[in-house]
């Protein structure tokens, strides 16, 4: 092992050398196209490992969607709204808390900003620490070792380079025969930054995107229904089980849902949006009015006026960018990461596979275990999971063991008088090796991380049984339904 790391660093360091030797006609070794979570995060490991590292940005901002109108300002959303639905309503006041709350929606708003202006400004102080190169612009491939970069003034640089990472990210895919507006018919960009909470909302797709968006607004006061073509909540990938859940939790809450209904157009009517939807199993047409229609059915890679075709690089079928197991495209030294290639549209997918990527350029070996790869909703409960569903092991002919423990039974749970949910550990039948975990409940994004570490490392469920997990804590949970895996019964529950 430690030969083995020996061996990677020599190779890594003889990279770092000759490059800060060469005299070659280039202005870059690597040109980073799109400064998101997998771009940036690439750019400053490329140039900790000593490449000369640019990264081109077509906004005035660094951290694409995620950071600018993605993950971030949404988080800050959805939990300062949660806090005003828990003063709001009845939570605040069977603890023992009497107060009056009025919302400051454009306070709200003015917090959610700032938040974002902090951490794309940190990715700007972290870009200048590492000496990575910035250049603000539209970046195209106009030649295997060349990059051309559109100014917003009208001019143009052009950027030599020994190699290329595509990192550009999606962009949201839009409905047929509705036309966004970002007012009135909005998609994800426009439900961060309304202003004012709508009467009514319906939104279009009931994946990860639209519940928790939806349940912003819902919280905030409007009347929300989420229309949905498949037959759950929570989009691929979800167990079953636990959609079916966070289905009725979020029903306690106020959302509403039409599952298995298509959405077949829409159309404005004064102060009104009609929807016109019908079962996707066929049936009889059914209108519905809205005051806010979300457009959520999920986000296509963006690859428009790339240049790929420039280079010879073709789409797959789903617009992705093909690539082999090091990242690298049909052209050996142009690679992709990200949203742009296959797989889940994650933030910390992009990052893993930026840092790998960019090791392999220097000589370090390159893998990604994409079954470890977490998936996080960030609803109240929160949902989270990472391996195997139960579907997909019956698919795959596996047999599993089930422990499950309520976090109605966990101390810290009943404390904080917030017990909906449970953790799911499905192991192998077997050998007890951990195959999955899914979890409903309060910080299900950052109790997964335990399970994923597991999974990780291959451990089994005794594994985590038998470590101790501090007392009172939400993790129990984890320890507990790992221990029913292992041997059939839990300690706190019957």
């Excluded at 590292?53 to 709204?81: F, Q, R």
């Excluded at 409905?175 to 909302?201: C, D, H, R, W, Y």
């Excluded at 749970?413 to 409940?441: P, Q, R, W, Y």
């Amino acid at each position: 092992m430690i030969r083995s790391g020996s061996k990677v660093l020599k190779n890594q360091l003889k990279y770092v050398a000759s490059a800060s030797q060469l005299n070659y006609s280039t202005d870059a070794d690597l040109v980073v196209i799109g400064s998101g979570p997998g771009g940036y995060v690439a750019a400053i490991k490329a140039a900790q490992l000593g490449l000369k590292t640019v990264c081109v940005e077509k906004e005035s901002t660094l951290g694409g969607t995620c950071l600018n109108v993605g993950c971030i300002p949404s988080k800050a959303l959805l939990n300062n709204s949660h806090y005003y639905s828990m003063a709001s309503g009845k939570d605040f006041a069977n603890r023992g808390i009497e107060a009056t709350v009025k919302l400051n929606l454009p306070k709200m708003m003015e917090q959610k900003s700032n938040a974002v202006k902090g951490l794309t400004g940190g990715i700007a102080g972290l870009f200048k620490a590492n000496k990575v190169t910035r250049v603000d612009g539209f970046g195209s491939i106009t030649g295997p070792n060349e990059v051309s970069v559109a100014k917003s003034d009208g001019g143009s640089e052009v950027i030599k380079t020994k190699n290329i990472l595509i990192a550009t990210g999606s962009e949201v895919t839009p409905f047929p025969g509705i036309e966004i507006n970002e007012t009135n018919i909005i998609s994800s960009t426009g439900a961060l930054s309304l202003q004012k909470v709508p009467k009514s909302m319906l939104i279009i797709g009931a994946g990860v995107i639209g519940v928790e968006l939806g349940s912003v607004w819902m919280r905030l006061g409007s009347k929300v229904t989420a229309v949905e073509f498949l037959g759950h909540v929570g989009g691929m990938g979800i167990d079953a089980e636990s959609s079916k859940l966070f289905e009725r939790t979020l029903k306690k809450q106020g959302m509403k849902f039409k599952l298995n209904t298509k959405v077949m157009s829409a159309s404005q009517q004064g102060d009104m949006i009609h929807v016109n939807v019908e079962s996707a199993k066929g049936g009889k047409p059914e209108t519905l009015e809205c005051e806010v229609l979300l457009v959520c059915i999920g986000r296509r890679p963006f690859t428009n006026n790339m240049g790929l075709e420039n280079v010879g690089i073709e789409l797959e079928p789903r617009g992705t960018i093909p690539v082999n197991e090091r990242f690298q495209t049909k052209i050996p030294n142009i690679y992709a990461i990200g949203d742009v290639i296959k797989g889940p549209m994650l933030a910390h997918k992009a990052e893993d596979e930026g840092i790998i990527c960019v090791e392999g350029i220097t000589g370090a070996p390159v893998h990604i275990d994409y079954n470890c790869v977490p998936s996080v909703v960030y609803t109240h409960p929160e949902v989270a999971w990472v391996g195997k569903n139960e579907q997909e092991l019956k698919e795959a002919g596996i047999p599993y063991k089930i422990g499950k423990f309520p976090f109605a039974a966990n101390s810290r749970a009943k404390t904080n008088a917030d017990t909906d949910g449970f953790v799911k550990v499905l192991s192998h039948k077997e050998t007890d090796k951990m195959l999955g975990v899914h979890i409903v409940g309060t910080g299900a994004g950052e109790l997964i991380n335990e399970c994923v570490l597991a999974l990780e490392y291959g451990a089994s469920a005794e594994d985590v049984a038998r470590v101790c997990h501090a007392h009172p804590t939400l993790s129990e949970a984890v320890r507990e339904a790992s221990l029913m895996a292992y041997c059939g019964k839990p300690i706190n529950n019957v």
